[in-house]
C-alpha cells in the first residue's frame, strides 16, 4: 500500500511538472512579471546584451532594435562566391553574438518603433555596434543617413553581403516573403 502511495505521487508530479503554460495575451501575468515601461528618447538603458538577431537584443529587460540600420532576417539566404547558398541572417546573428553578446552596452534611446522596441544607438566599450554592422556588411544604412558613408565604404572594400554574388536587402526580402505567404 505504501509503494502505490509513493508511485502515486511520482506520477502527479511528472504529470504536472510537464504542463507548462505558455503566457497568451488573454492571460494575466505571473506576479512580479511586470511589463517594463519604455523609456523616454535621449535616456540610456545600460546593461548585459542578449543577441535576438541580427538587429536586435534584449538589454535590461527591454527588446532593443539598432536605429538607422537593417540587417538581414534570420532565414534569409545569400550566395556566397564560391556557389553555396547559406543563412545569411543567421551569420549575422552569430557575428554580433561573438562582438557584443553577454557583455556590457549602453542603448542611447531614440524611440520606440511600432512592435514596440525601443530604438537606439548601442555602444559597447565606447564604440557605435550600428557602425560596426554597417562597416563590415553584416547590415545596411537604412530609415536614415547615419551610417550611408559607412554603407559607401564597406560596398567599395567589397566586405560581408557586397561581396556575395546574391544577396538581398533585407526590405526587399521582407516584401518578397510577404507576397509568397
Not at 558613408?149 to 553581403?161: F, K, P, Q, V, Y
Request: with cysteine; glycine share 12%.
Amino acid at each position: 500500500m505504501r509503494l502505490f502511495a509513493i508511485l502515486a505521487r511520482a506520477a502527479l508530479f511528472l504529470l504536472l511538472r510537464g504542463r507548462r503554460r505558455r503566457w497568451t495575451p488573454g492571460r494575466r501575468r505571473a506576479p512580479g512579471r511586470r511589463p517594463v515601461p519604455a523609456p523616454e528618447a535621449g535616456s540610456v538603458i545600460a546593461g548585459k546584451a542578449w543577441v535576438t538577431d541580427g538587429d536586435g537584443l534584449r538589454v535590461s529587460g527591454h527588446r532593443v532594435r539598432f536605429a538607422g540600420l537593417d540587417a538581414p532576417e534570420l532565414d534569409q539566404w545569400a550566395k556566397h562566391g564560391d556557389g553555396y547558398w547559406f543563412k545569411h541572417g543567421k551569420r549575422v546573428k552569430r557575428a554580433l553574438i561573438r562582438t557584443v553578446g553577454g557583455r556590457h552596452v549602453e542603448v542611447t534611446v531614440e524611440g520606440v518603433d511600432q512592435y514596440g522596441r525601443v530604438l537606439g544607438r548601442v555602444t559597447c566599450g565606447g564604440k557605435d555596434v550600428g557602425a560596426w554592422l554597417v562597416r563590415n556588411g553584416h547590415a545596411i544604412a537604412a530609415y536614415s543617413d547615419r551610417y550611408k558613408d559607412i554603407e559607401s565604404e564597406a560596398r567599395r572594400e567589397n566586405r560581408g553581403l557586397w561581396s556575395y554574388d546574391v544577396a538581398f536587402d533585407p526590405r526587399d526580402w521582407r516584401r518578397r516573403q510577404a507576397r509568397q505567404g
